[in-house]
Structure formats: structure tokens, C-alpha cells
């Protein structure tokens, strides 16, 4: 997994609440059988019209956002399916961040496997970034894991709650299933106090 | 006085302790909570639920967790007893590591995750604890009927090799049992009470309804537990929603999710397992436990439960991987301590009145935005902010104006199925309402069992002859319109009535209209042409 450290980039600000996995990366994407190339479709029935082109008023088709690796939208960010494709999308279109003021849990989750960042801030942080954004030409943010700590020129700043050991896993770029086999001991006593049913091993 | 003093009984059971200046002192049965004034007194047992924490029964101040008697402490929830079974390392400064009993596998978030194992060199740890089958791609025309999508075609022929690979077994397209991962689970004795499930679908939470804890990953979490059969885990918080009273009748457990939805909202369970309890839980079936827990994701909670109990055991006996001999007599009695302990804590208490409650229509684009038939598209003027804005935009989507009545929205499409509500109940409720009757000439109106089992069940009653006299299609099981990943999708500015659990921008189909509802609302729907009350229903 990529590491995240510290990242700064341009913002672009998706100004809607509830943004769904099926927005972000719709349904007849989602069976092709490797993990690369999801870019391309993200945010596709916004982005472009029934007949596949572009549609020049979709936030991120505004030449100010171009190369935008920050997006900032409203609560309750990622809800829906459990779709992984949802953050290699995002990912793979340059973002390495989404900042709400909440998260789906799945969403969170699966951020956190592809070095992706969910930066929880308060409404009214949100809404100052959303602001600037929309405002103030090739605005920036910089993201600081390590200090759990965003902010930009002009002189915002914000600190964000991260668990320990996600941003450990993060800032280290960590592969958590080496980190569980290293428990194999105690996995293996669980399951010889737990063995597997007659009905599972015989039907 | 410190805040951290308290007054021990001689026999070591705690009597009183202090909170700030006042005293916070309980009875023996510690079921009553006082902060002040009553020290010692013996009280009648009454606990006040309906906030996050207990509040003292004289003034009502929350009490912190901190300060209550320790038998209340430790008195456990059906969520904490399952999280303390499964733990099998905590290690210092990381999340717990929880052991997974089932992992149900389908052809959409897994193919990447077998090929991680395969990059890595590993195996699937627990091959009998993994099931998989093909569900969400397979067309719904009569089986046999070659797949003309090749990204499809070609995402099961992936899951066909990767179980003959790694030795896991497969209900594939022609099978007996082949159905939606949600349905087959429960009907195959898969899901017992007790279990962890986990599966790359945000509703597994359906099978909370047999008091397990099942939940959606995603697939960087399918490989780990393949490769582990754990996962790494925050714990997450506790809900409890008491639903007091009974749901009248032509108000169905769908009925029940969405209006639970409408008040707490799609995010008003963000981090919390859901456990539902009351009078109106208890008297469900276990489909309707299944669509109540199905829907808990659309709350946004981690996983939703409902304490197992005598319809839950009588569900399970005697299907194919329920236990047998011994083993059936051992997991009843440890079924049967899984229910929350009284005075156990929730972080939150949610109450709902069934008498409230009534068919539920939803009017925009997420499962949140309902309002009861009888009633109205709302007004977006009074709403907040940022609510309004999302409310307009989705009245945009729907092309439906504020103030419009319910019932005069007509529909073109009708679809019954889906993980929510493609059960043998669900058929028969919804065949209750078509028989007899005509699907309106410009509806066209499908139903698609959620199992190969149940469309056989549904066959030898004839609820089939029932759907197609009245003009409904009776199709062959899969996912189907719920999310249309295979042919059968809207089409542009089409409006459905759907049993399905999302109306999301363009889930049936780019451009499609989905209005949630129960299936005997989406069969009164077909016929009427539009949304019509179900308890005014004629019934042949």
C-alpha cells in the first residue's frame, strides 16, 4: 500500500450531502475483474451525459480544478454499497483525499486498505473549505497525517481524529494481513476450541 | 466530595458512589438510579431508558457509564456477548482482531481479492467456512440462456476458477440452491445465531435477523479474511431501537425500516450496530426480521441484530447445515443466552411506536426521504440547509413537484425481489394482493424470487399461476433491478415501484425513477398504475 505522510494539493469541492457509492462509481463498472482502471469512471453519470460526453458543468471538469488530489463534500460521505471499486476510483482519478464532515463505515474502511484518507472535519470547517474552494483560485490544502492536521495559506487550520493504529498502517503504508498472520498462534488455538461443524464438514 | 469515591456494602456489592457534588446511590437490584437525596434507599425496580445513558430517577440527569453499580456494567449486550466470543487477540495499541464464522463469497468484490492471495502466495485459510455463489450478474431469463454481457460472463467464469482453485464451495448458476448470497445463507442453515458473518455486500446485515453478527467488507477485507478468517476491527457502538406496540395490518417490516429511516435518517446510525427490540420485533417472522436487518446499512449501522428466540430456532432446525445430534443441543443452549442482559447499556436508545406507522413511499434518492401513502411529496421550503438543497435536487432527479399527493404519482415499472424482499412471505403477500386482479396496461411488472428454493416453494403452491393470470413476469432468482448489474434495468425517466432498498441516482438504470415499498405496495402499485393504500386493498 502507497504510504501517506503529508500531501498537498488543490481542492475541489463537491458542494452535495449523502454522496453514494453508486455516484461514485456506478453499477456496469463494477465487472471488470482487476483493480486498476476505475478512474476513468468515477463519478460517470454526473460527469457525462447519456450519449458519454463530457459535461463541461460538473465541478470536475472546471479547468480550476484540473489535477485536483483533495475533494471536499458534504456528510455523510461514501453511504451505500460496500464497493472497494468506489475508492480505487477516486484513487486511481489522482485524489489521494476526501475531506466531510462524516463517513460510511465501509467507505472509512476500504479508504484506509489503499492508502486513501477520509479527513473527518466539523460542518462548519467543511464549509469553510467548500467556501475557499469555490472561491479562491487554485486554493490548497495540506494534509499532515502524522500530525492529524489540515490547513492552507490563508490561514485555516484544523486538526482531524484518526485511530492510532489505521494511521500507523497509513503513514507506514502496511499490509494489515501480515500483521494479523503474525498472530497465528492465537488464531490457531481459537480454532481448536472452535472447530468447524460436523454439518459444514459432511453435507 | 470526589467524584471518585464510593460506598461499599460489607458483602463487596456497591451501594453508593459520587458524581461531582452529588451522591449517586442505587438499590440493591441496582435497577434504579438516583445521583442525590436518596441515599441507600430500597426502590422498587424501574429502569428509564431513552437516552444514551440511564438518567437518575429523581432529576433526570444523564449518569456517566463510569458511575454505575458494577453489576450494570457488566450486564452485556446480544452485540458485546458475540464481540467477547470472537476475540482472539487485542494486541497493545491496535484494533482487535475478531475470528470470522462464515464468509459468504459472490462473483462482484471477490475476483480481486483471489488475486491478491495468489500475488502474496496464499491460501484460503478456512476453505468449509467460505460459501460463494453467483448472484448480482446472472441474467433472470430461464437458466440456459446464454450470458450476452461478456464482462459478466466473464466476472463468473473468474468466480468458477477461483473456488476450484482454492477449494471452496460454489452454488453456481445451475444450481438447485443458487440464489442472492442473502437469501441462500439463511435457507441453507448457513446462518446461525451467535455467528460473525462477513461478505463484500453492504447487506449482509440481513442476517443479523438470526441474532448474528454479519456485516459488509469490502475487498481488501474479503482477502484478509480469506487469507486469515479474521478481521481487524474498531468496535463498534450500540443502538437499540425499541418498537412498542404492533404494525397494524397492511403495514409490513419494510414499512417498519423505512420509517425508521425517515426519523433517524441515512447516517443516523453511522458506527453503530442496531439491535431491534419490542413487542413489534418479536411478533416478525424471520423474513420479516431478514428485510428489517437487511435495511440497517440504509441507517448507515455497521450491522443490524435481533436476539434469537423460538422463531428463530424453529427457522433453523433441520436445514441443511444447521447443526445435528449433539451439536443442534449445544448451540440452542448458548443460543439462548445470546439475548442482551436486562440493565445491559446501548450508547444510544432509539423508541418507535408500531401504531405510528403506516406504508411507506419513498419520493426521492436515498432510502431516508419517505412519506406515508396517504400523504404528500414535502414541502423543500421549511427544511435546513443543507437538507433542503439535497431534497431539491432529488425532487429534480424524481420529477415530482412539493405538495404532489402520493397516490397520484403513476409508476411504469414494478419490481419485487431483491435481498430486502424476495422471500416466500414477500411472494405470498404480494400473490395475495395480485390474485384476482389485472396489472395496469401501462405498467410492466416483474418478479424475481431470491432463490432457486423459493421460486420451487413458490411453484408448488402456484403463487406463479397467480403473478402471470394477473400479467406479472415470474422470473428466474438473482439480484436482478435491486442495483441492474444484469440486463433487467430501467430506462431513462422510467419510475418504478421496487421492493429493493435503494433508490439512489440511476441504481435500476441511468435515468430510472426508484420509489421504495413493500411488496404488497409494489403489487397494488402494478394494478392501480399508481401508488395506492394497501389497507383500503380489495383482495379477491
Known amino acids: ?203 | 466530595m470526589s467524584s471518585s469515591s464510593a460506598f461499599i456494602r460489607g458483602d463487596g456489592t456497591l451501594l453508593a458512589v459520587s458524581w461531582d457534588t452529588a451522591l449517586l446511590s442505587a438499590s440493591l437490584s441496582c435497577t434504579v438510579l438516583f445521583h442525590h437525596g436518596k441515599r441507600g434507599t430500597e426502590i422498587e425496580p424501574d429502569f428509564i431508558v431513552g437516552s444514551i445513558l440511564p438518567r437518575c430517577a429523581s432529576c433526570e440527569k444523564l449518569i456517566p457509564y463510569q458511575f454505575l453499580p458494577a453489576n450494570m456494567r457488566t450486564a452485556r449486550t446480544l452485540f458485546e456477548k458475540i464481540w467477547d466470543d470472537h476475540l482472539v487477540a487485542q494486541p497493545d495499541g491496535r484494533s482487535p482482531i475478531l475470528y470470522i464464522d462464515l464468509h459468504l463469497v459472490h462473483e462482484v468484490t471477490s475476483p480481486q481479492a483471489f488475486d491478491g492471495l495468489r500475488a502474496a502466495g496464499r491460501k484460503v485459510r478456512q476453505p468449509l467456512r467460505t460459501v460463494a455463489t453467483v448472484d448480482h450478474n446472472v441474467p433472470t431469463e430461464p437458466r440456459g440462456t446464454p450470458i450476452t454481457d461478456l464482462i459478466a460472463a466473464n466476472q463468473i467464469a473468474a468466480l468458477q476458477r477461483n473456488c476450484k482453485e482454492f477449494g471452496i464451495r460454489l452454488f453456481d448458476m445451475d444450481s438447485a440452491e443458487q440464489g442472492i448470497v442473502h437469501v441462500i445463507g439463511p435457507e441453507l442453515g448457513l446462518t446461525q445465531p451467535g455467528m460473525t458473518i462477513v461478505c463484500g455486500d453492504s447487506h449482509t446485515s440481513t442476517h443479523g435477523a438470526f441474532g448474528s453478527l454479519a456485516f459488509g467488507i469490502g475487498t481488501s477485507e474479503v482477502e484478509h479474511v480469506l487469507a486469515t478468517q479474521c478481521l481487524v476491527q474498531q468496535k463498534p457502538k450500540t443502538m437499540k431501537i425499541e418498537v412498542r406496540g404492533r404494525l397494524a395490518e397492511g403495514v409490513t417490516a419494510k414499512d417498519l425500516a423505512l420509517g425508521i429511516i425517515g426519523q433517524i435518517g441515512t447516517d443516523g446510525a453511522t458506527g453503530h450496530v442496531i439491535e431491534y427490540a419490542g413487542p413489534a420485533v418479536r411478533a416478525l417472522s424471520m423474513e420479516g426480521r431478514m428485510t428489517l436487518c437487511n435495511m440497517s446499512i440504509e441507517a448507515g449501522a455497521r450491522a443490524g441484530m435481533v436476539a434469537p428466540d423460538e422463531t428463530t430456532i424453529a427457522y433453523v432446525l433441520g436445514r441443511r447445515y444447521a447443526p445435528i445430534g449433539d451439536e443442534w443441543d449445544q448451540a440452542v443452549d448458548c443460543w439462548r443466552n445470546l439475548p442482551s442482559d436486562e440493565g445491559a447499556i446501548f450508547d444510544k436508545v432509539v423508541e418507535i411506536d408500531a401504531a405510528q406507522l403506516c406504508p411507506f413511499v419513498t419520493w426521492g434518492t436515498n432510502p431516508g426521504m419517505v412519506a406515508p401513502v396517504t400523504g404528500r411529496v414535502p414541502e423543500t421550503k421549511s427544511m435546513q440547509d443543507s437538507d433542503r438543497r439535497a431534497a431539491e435536487l432529488a425532487l429534480q432527479y424524481m420529477a415530482l413537484e412539493p405538495g404532489k399527493r402520493i397516490e397520484e404519482i403513476g409508476i411504469d415499472r414494478v419490481f419485487i425481489g431483491s435481498c430486502t424482499n424476495s422471500r416466500i412471505e414477500d411472494l405470498r403477500a404480494a400473490a395475495r394482493v395480485a390474485k384476482g386482479h389485472r396489472v395496469n396496461s401501462n405498467v410492466r411488472a416483474m418478479v424475481v424470487p431470491g432463490s432457486q428454493a423459493i421460486k420451487r416453494a413458490a411453484e408448488q403452491e402456484g403463487l406463479h399461476r397467480i403473478f402471470q393470470e394477473a400479467g406479472f413476469e415470474w422470473r428466474e432468482s438473482g439480484c436482478s433491478m435491486c442495483l441492474g448489474m444484469n440486463p433487467d434495468i430501467l430506462q431513462p425517466g422510467e419510475r418504478c415501484a421496487s421492493t429493493s432498498n435503494r433508490n439512489f441516482e440511476g441504481r435500476q438504470g441511468r435515468g430510472g425513477r426508484t420509489h421504495l415499498v413493500s411488496p404488497m405496495m409494489a403489487a397494488a402499485a402494478a394494478i392501480a398504475g399508481h401508488f395506492t393504500d394497501i389497507r383500503n386493498w380489495e383482495f379477491h
Open chain 1, 1 to 203: 500500500m502507497k504510504p501517506f505522510t503529508v500531501h498537498r494539493g488543490r481542492v475541489a469541492p463537491l458542494d452535495r450531502v449523502n454522496v453514494d457509492t453508486d455516484q461514485i462509481i456506478p453499477k456496469q463498472f463494477l465487472k471488470r475483474i482487476e483493480k486498476t482502471g476505475f478512474g476513468q469512471f468515477v463519478f460517470y453519470d454526473w460527469r457525462f451525459g447519456a450519449d458519454g460526453k463530457k459535461n463541461p458543468d460538473f465541478i470536475l471538469h472546471e479547468p480550476r480544478y484540473e489535477g485536483a488530489s483533495i475533494l471536499v463534500a458534504g456528510k455523510n460521505f461514501g453511504c451505500g454499497s460496500s464497493r472497494e471499486h468506489a475508492v480505487w476510483a477516486l484513487a486511481d482519478f489522482g485524489f489521494r483525499a476526501v475531506i466531510s464532515s462524516s463517513f460510511a463505515d465501509i467507505f472509512a474502511n476500504n479508504s484506509t486498505k489503499n492508502g486513501f484518507l477520509t479527513v473527518k472535519l466539523t460542518d462548519a470547517e467543511v464549509a469553510t473549505v467548500v467556501r475557499r474552494a469555490q472561491e479562491i483560485d487554485d486554493y490548497e490544502l495540506t494534509i499532515d497525517l502524522e500530525q492529524s492536521e489540515v490547513q492552507d495559506d490563508q490561514g485555516f487550520r484544523a486538526s482531524f481524529p484518526v485511530d492510532p493504529f489505521v494511521r500507523h498502517c497509513l503513514l507506514n503504508g502496511l499490509d494489515d494481513i501480515g500483521l494479523t498472520l503474525q498472530h497465528e498462534a492465537e488464531i490457531a488455538v481459537f480454532e481448536a476450541q472452535h472447530p468447524v461443524s460436523e454439518a459444514l464438514r459432511t453435507a
